[in-house]
């Protein structure tokens, strides 16, 4: 790293710390030649690549934009689209990759969209997953009501599990 002051080409890092929840590196630099000390801030860039081939930075924006279009007229508030926008993007940083194709993060998109709200789930998907037809609706609420019961019966397995294999007491 050049140096700001002197223009020396190299500096020595003295500390590094993690900012903005690990996606900023701020290090601590000293310059070997003229003695002073400067502070750089390094940024992990994600790129998406869209299937044109173009390549576009990540944006979380972005994605709170396309969940909101799906939510809207939903009982969904703007801090769980949010939450589910970070999700997202951990999900796709957790690959490693510094590009990943648009389809993967559709793909990390619908997980966390079908459990917040199962319309706006459809919503999407049927945009993301281009359905041309009612059967391709169809298929997919019959698997959206698979999952939903096998999500149920698990939930009643664990709680049976939990009280000994007897229905739990209710207090009237």
Do not use: W
């Given at each position: 790293?050049?140096?700001?002051?002197?223009?020396?080409?190299?500096?020595?890092?003295?500390?590094?710390?993690?900012?903005?929840?690990?996606?900023?590196?701020?290090?601590?630099?000293?310059?070997?030649?003229?003695?002073?000390?400067f502070t750089t801030v390094e940024e992990a860039?994600?790129?998406?690549?869209?299937?044109?081939?173009?390549?576009?930075?990540?944006?979380?924006?972005?994605?709170?934009?396309?969940?909101?279009?799906?939510?809207?007229?939903?009982?969904?508030?703007?801090?769980?689209?949010?939450?589910?926008?970070?999700?997202?993007?951990?999900?796709?940083?957790?690959?490693?990759?510094?590009?990943?194709?648009?389809?993967?993060?559709?793909?990390?998109?619908?997980?966390?969209?079908?459990?917040?709200?199962?319309?706006?789930?459809?919503?999407?998907?049927?945009?993301?997953?281009?359905?041309?037809?009612?059967?391709?609706?169809?298929?997919?609420?019959?698997?959206?009501?698979?999952?939903?019961?096998?999500?149920?019966?698990?939930?009643?397995?664990?709680?049976?599990?939990r009280s000994g294999g007897r229905a739990p007491?209710?207090?009237?």
């Amino acid at each position: 790293m050049r140096c700001p002051y002197c223009r020396h080409a190299d500096s020595r890092v003295v500390d590094s710390r993690e900012a903005d929840d690990g996606q900023l590196i701020r290090r601590r630099r000293s310059c070997p030649e003229c003695g002073k000390r400067f502070t750089t801030v390094e940024e992990a860039v994600l790129a998406v690549v869209k299937r044109s081939g173009v390549t576009e930075p990540f944006s979380r924006t972005k994605i709170m934009s396309g969940v909101r279009k799906a939510c809207q007229g939903r009982p969904v508030d703007e801090d769980a689209i949010a939450v589910l926008a970070q999700r997202v993007e951990e999900t796709i940083r957790a690959k490693g990759a510094a590009e990943v194709p648009s389809h993967e993060v559709g793909l990390a998109i619908l997980v966390p969209l079908r459990e917040l709200d199962q319309v706006a789930y459809l919503r999407f998907a049927s945009v993301y997953k281009s359905f041309d037809s009612l059967d391709e609706f169809e298929r997919e609420i019959t698997a959206l009501r698979e999952a939903t019961t096998a999500r149920e019966a698990a939930v009643r397995h664990a709680v049976a599990t939990r009280s000994g294999g007897r229905a739990p007491k209710i207090n009237s």
